[in-house]
């Protein structure tokens, strides 16, 4: 009875955590503490995956949503006040707020209706819905892996991160194809911590990206967290400076790009003629087609959240070579 | 009421913020954060419905789909991030014009 208390205490702190984190993230006039903010305010959803029992999706969150997102926004936040120090026009800074306008008044009272209205559907659901964790269960045995997650995410459900990972490409064609953003490259040397810090995390990283690879066949892991963890080794080797050469930048940075959703498209053309499905597996072959799924996904999700990070700074690149 | 409800209740806080700070806010950077929070709210909440399957363990298909959802909200928001930057570099200002200014 105590420990159900405790752990009452715990969810409640939580998630009254998380509300006034994102509060203060989205009311806060200073938009650099706003992003730190938004850092905190992920690293407490981990936290709210791993309290309701979803671990893998606690994994994608501290590297993703907290990590990568927050490095992006920053990078594009020091964009933004370097365009405000060169122009005239206030590009980083708010306007003053001119008290509540009429609009603000009517969402303020058609919000909390809506609220009211969700929390009502939400507390009139039955509390047992199985949903379809019984079928998962069921047919776990024939994806050719243990962890279920990693099944639905690659067997069952597997056109998902098929397309998943042509929307990553597609956003990373539309950064490139918008010219990215404003270059600026750092005339200064890395400060030394990071410097070293850099140098002793990259094998880490590399080799914690292998073990969540391996480990997401039984156990929380797998390709996106992997794939996640190699793009952080990337954004911390751009950082220190260490980008890459004007050569590999072009076909090989592409063919990374292009080798997860290229295999998927290959399995699942070879599965639609053998099995007459879109990427049915035949559960003989499962475990070893999971694997070379993910291998190829891991790379290019890595390569491609990396050269997010990059943006528009290939073009410098090119012209220094 | 059980823990599910509560992050689902949370979530539902969560989502009302996003969206008001979506629709009152007119830099356009605290109008990705908006997003980003309103889009926590949902995955928050779709891991915490599937939590209400009875037995031991939670439903394992709302947490696949949450995980590609994080992975193409980041992508999302890299795309969003240039957008706003090319809108500043030629406007000057990352803020979406006001109606009532003009």
Known sequence: METMMVAWMLDSLLGLGLLWLAWRCLACPNLFKAIVLFVAFGLLMALAWVRLEAPDVALAEAAIGAGLTGALLMVALAQLQSIETNGDAAGATEKEERGIRPLQWLLLIVLPLIATGLGYIILSFPPDAPGLSTAVATHLEASGVSNPVTAVLLNFRGYDTLLELIVLLLALLGVWSLGGTVPQQAATPAPLVLETLTRLLVPVLILTAAYLLWVGAHAPGGAFQAGSVLAAAGVLLLLIGRHPRAALMALPLRLILVLGPATFLVIAVVTMLIEDALLKLPPEHAGKLILLLETTAMLSIGATLAALFLGGRRHTDKEHS | ?102
């Open chain 2, 1 to 102: 009421m059980s823990i599910a409800h509560l992050y689902a209740l949370v979530s539902v806080g969560l989502i009302s913020l996003g969206l008001y700070a979506l629709i009152v806010h007119a830099h356009l950077l605290r109008k990705i954060l908006a997003i980003n929070v309103m889009g926590s709210g949902i995955f928050l909440l779709l891991v915490a419905l599937a939590q209400r399957t009875g037995t031991a363990l939670p439903d394992p298909v709302p947490h696949a789909m949450v995980i590609t959802g994080i992975v193409v909200a980041v992508s999302a928001t890299a795309l969003a991030l240039t957008l706003m930057l090319k809108l500043s570099a030629q406007t000057g200002c990352a803020e979406l014009p006001d109606k009532e200014d003009e």
